[in-house]
């Protein structure tokens, strides 16, 4: 790397971490206009147009995020980056990694490393941040409930491709065919997309492959005064071990309900997680007016915390995941 100098006092660049914890889990939605990690204030003391590249990376846990920029005379100017998880070295991580956001600017083709102390923790693969700091909002936070779609699918595990197997037998046993009717009037008692998720209940529940247990995280990790986080497991690891929090079984029932060509929701309150679905499809809700839309339901909804004890039925949990949506509402 090339690192001979200029008159420094001609450019004036400033890094800065926005937020001290980073989820690897969510990799893939990390969104730079919601999670900007590092924050350049830079500045052109020169008298003339400048072109700087602002560069940025996570130690052994990124890609090198690189920014060019013109600065016209006297311009300042903020840049803000989030570099680009390497999924390969993160997908194992199964504890905090402490490490450095090293930075640097490149200017008339030499690399001027940064050296200011930008300590960053990764966190665990399989821990979700539900709430993190504003990157521009002092005292503000964002809420990540979205990124749990990350969890849902399981690609390439054995254990969740035989369970969808098996879900998908079982509805041909049953005689019952995946997904929405397609027109509103074939939504009889038998055709309802609640019928199949039922299969999915008596699967999981009925036949004691999964049960509920309480983990003392379920109620999330306090990593600072903002920043809030949670681990949940993925579907195969559920399986695997036949139990989980709410969370976790919200998310197992999620995958399997894609399996069965229906669209699920997870729904998040405070201490507590359970699983929905659309109850028609996308073309049918949108052929219903205004008031129609009114009497129905859009959604349907299952509490995912039953245990070998319990004595609900699919019936009494579907209400029981309606009476918890009804509240938050």
Wanted: with cysteine; proline share 4%; aromatic share 8%.
């Amino acid at each position: 790397m090339n690192t001979e100098q200029h008159d420094k006092r001609d450019i004036d660049v400033k890094p800065r971490l926005l937020y001290t914890h980073l989820s690897t889990g969510d990799a893939k939605y990390h969104d730079i206009e919601k999670m900007a990690l590092v924050e350049f204030d830079i500045t052109n003391n020169s008298e003339k147009s400048i072109l700087v590249s602002l560069v940025s990376e996570i130690e052994d846990c990124s890609y090198e995020k690189n920014d060019p920029l013109w600065l016209a005379p006297g311009q300042r100017l903020i840049c803000r980056q989030l570099p680009r998880i390497k999924d390969a070295n993160v997908h194992q991580l199964d504890q905090d990694r402490s490490t450095q956001v090293l930075t640097s600017y490149i200017y008339d083709g030499k690399t001027y490393p940064i050296k200011e102390d930008l300590s960053l923790t990764v966190i665990p693969y399989n821990e979700i941040i539900w709430l993190m700091p504003h990157p521009t909002e002092a005292g503000s936070r964002i809420s990540l409930f979205h990124h749990i779609v990350a969890w849902v699918y399981d690609d390439g595990d054995k254990d969740v491709k035989e369970m969808q197997d098996n879900v998908l037998a079982e509805l041909e046993r049953e005689k019952k065919s995946p997904g929405y009717p397609q027109y509103l009037n074939e939504y009889d008692e038998e055709n309802k997309p609640r019928e199949l998720v039922r299969t999915i209940f008596r699967l999981l529940r009925d036949s004691k492959k999964i049960s509920y247990r309480y983990r003392y995280d379920s109620e999330g990790i306090q990593r600072s005064e903002i920043e809030i986080s949670q681990s949940v497991k993925r579907p195969g690891k559920t399986l695997r071990d036949e139990k989980g929090n709410c969370i976790d079984i919200a998310v197992l029932c999620a995958n399997l309900i894609i399996t069965i060509g229906l669209d699920p929701i997870i729904v998040i309150k405070k201490n507590h997680a359970f699983v929905g679905w659309k109850i028609y499809s996308e073309d049918v809700w949108n052929i219903l007016n205004a008031d129609e839309k009114l009497e129905r339901q859009e959604y349907e909804f299952l509490d995912t915390t039953w245990s070998d004890d319990c004595n609900k039925n699919f019936d009494e949990a579907s209400e029981a995941g309606k009476n918890l949506y009804d509240e938050i509402l």
